[in-house]
């Protein structure tokens, strides 16, 4: 059986997102997954940012040692950014969901 390669594309997501933003009359919810770097921790805790390890061996001890510092990555316009650990964005959609629920 012949197996097609799995489209990755996010354009027409994209452009189903950017419709759904133009609608009105219906409340939306919107979620952030990364924050500017220059901004997570005026608004973040250092415990809400996606952590990335960085391992190194001592050679004096022969043992591993282990970094934690904030995962950064580009988002869609290269702006250096951090990832936010799950809980965080729940957070979100909690207060915003409460805020449409009650008005």
């Known amino acids: 059986m012949l197996k097609s390669k799995p489209n990755y594309t996010l354009h027409p997501q994209i452009e189903l997102i950017k419709k759904a933003l133009t609608l009105h009359g219906m409340p939306k919810v919107l979620l952030r997954n990364h924050v500017p770097a220059l901004e997570a921790l005026?608004?973040?805790?250092?415990?809400?940012?996606?952590?990335?390890?960085?391992?190194?061996?001592?050679?004096?001890?022969?043992?591993?040692?282990?970094?934690?510092?904030?995962?950064?990555?580009?988002?869609?316009?290269?702006?250096t950014s951090h990832s936010l650990l799950a809980p965080a964005v729940v957070v979100t959609l909690l207060k915003q969901l409460a805020e449409v629920l009650y008005n």
């Open 42 to 79: 005026k608004y973040y805790d250092d415990y809400e940012l996606t952590p990335e390890y960085v391992l190194t061996q001592d050679k004096k001890s022969d043992k591993v040692l282990v970094e934690e510092k904030p995962w950064t990555v580009p988002d869609d316009n290269g702006i």
